[in-house]
């Protein structure tokens, strides 16, 4: 192509080459059918889950609907960070639960390994074990420089959350229930090693390897699992949001006691309060 420019028409052309006319269709609706295939199959054998998917979905934006109608003008630094933290995460679990009821299963399983961190650091920023500029990590003037701080910080905070000789309430199970919930999500993330395991002993055994999301009972349950697991730590930091939420609205308090007892039904065990 050389450094010609090419048109509008030209662009399409070269588009419709690659992808067909129309550009994408056939794979667009290929994907499109698996997945309405495996929401249709977890609806059947999951309906308790999706709902309760459905029931955090919404209690979270009507709790983030409170929570902006009660800002005020003289809010900290930290404080604003916190707000802004649930607004991202808000999304983020809404985006992980997308593509879980759609049977991207470790896809899910990455981004829940994110709202967990978001739990872990607002937990920092409320114990005093970091600040906010060490989360933003200020003064950074490298990307290298940034990860390393990053890295720091996330080291400091597992040191003084996750581990039982510095944080005396964290129970021997609980311990237990973190290291099963890091090993999962962070196979699941890096590399995508656990769906290349997953493919490859598919591939070893002369199974097919799937291109589209497929059904799978035990990957759904586990993603499920992790997701949860996880927006029950964030939702669990929601009182740390004193300065905007209504406390002493017993609408909201009963609301939010509902959440605790879904979960705790929905999932057997989670963290406290």
């Given at each position: 192509?050389?450094?010609?420019?090419?048109?509008?028409?030209?662009?399409?052309?070269?588009?419709?080459?690659?992808?067909?006319?129309?550009?994408?269709?056939?794979?667009?609706?290929?994907?499109?059918?698996?997945?309405?295939?495996?929401?249709?199959?977890?609806?059947?054998?999951?309906?308790?889950l999706l709902l309760l998917g459905d029931a955090m979905h919404q209690f979270y934006r009507d709790?983030?609907?409170?929570?902006?109608?009660?800002?005020?003008?003289?809010?900290?630094?930290?404080?604003?960070?916190?707000?802004?933290?649930?607004?991202?995460?808000?999304?983020?679990?809404?985006?992980?639960?997308?593509?879980?009821?759609h049977g991207y299963y470790f896809e899910t399983m990455a981004l829940a390994r994110d709202l967990w961190?978001?739990?872990?650091?607002?937990?920092?920023?409320?114990?005093?074990?970091?600040?906010?500029?060490?989360?933003?990590?200020?003064?950074?003037?490298?990307?290298?420089?940034?990860?390393?701080?990053?890295?720091?910080?996330?080291?400091?905070?597992?040191?003084?959350?996750?581990?039982?000789?510095?944080?005396?309430?964290?129970?021997?199970?609980?311990?237990?229930?973190?290291?099963?919930?890091?090993?999962?999500?962070?196979?699941?993330?890096?590399?995508?090693?656990?769906?290349?395991?997953?493919?490859?002993?598919?591939?070893?055994?002369?199974?097919?390897?799937?291109?589209?999301?497929?059904?799978?009972?035990?990957?759904?349950?586990?993603?499920?699992?992790?997701?949860?697991?996880?927006?029950?730590?964030?939702?669990?930091?929601?009182?740390?949001?004193?300065?905007?939420?209504?406390?002493?609205?017993?609408?909201?308090?009963?609301?939010?006691?509902?959440?605790?007892?879904?979960?705790?039904?929905?999932?057997?065990?989670?963290?406290?309060?």
């Amino acid at each position: 192509m050389g450094n010609h420019a090419m048109t509008k028409e030209e662009y399409g052309n070269l588009l419709a080459e690659i992808g067909g006319d129309p550009v994408g269709l056939p794979s667009r609706l290929e994907r499109g059918e698996a997945e309405q295939e495996v929401f249709a199959r977890q609806n059947l054998e999951f309906q308790g889950l999706l709902l309760l998917g459905d029931a955090m979905h919404q209690f979270y934006r009507d709790t983030l609907e409170v929570i902006r109608r009660s800002l005020k003008p003289s809010m900290t630094e930290t404080q604003i960070a916190m707000v802004n933290w649930h607004v991202v995460s808000f999304g983020r679990f809404a985006a992980a639960y997308h593509l879980a009821v759609h049977g991207y299963y470790f896809e899910t399983m990455a981004l829940a390994r994110d709202l967990w961190e978001v739990a872990l650091a607002l937990s920092a920023l409320k114990r005093n074990v970091v600040t906010i500029q060490e989360l933003a990590t200020a003064g950074a003037n490298t990307a290298r420089q940034m990860g390393r701080m990053s890295q720091d910080v996330d080291r400091k905070i597992r040191a003084a959350l996750l581990n039982r000789s510095n944080n005396v309430t964290l129970s021997a199970d609980a311990e237990d229930a973190v290291e099963t919930f890091l090993v999962i999500a962070n196979t699941a993330m890096h590399k995508s090693k656990l769906h290349m395991s997953l493919n490859l002993a598919a591939w070893w055994k002369g199974s097919a390897v799937q291109f589209f999301p497929h059904f799978d009972s035990e990957r759904a349950t586990a993603a499920f699992n992790v997701l949860f697991q996880a927006l029950w730590c964030l939702l669990s930091t929601l009182p740390y949001l004193d300065f905007a939420l209504p406390g002493s609205d017993p609408r909201w308090l009963n609301i939010y006691e509902k959440v605790q007892l879904a979960l705790l039904e929905g999932l057997g065990s989670g963290p406290k309060k």
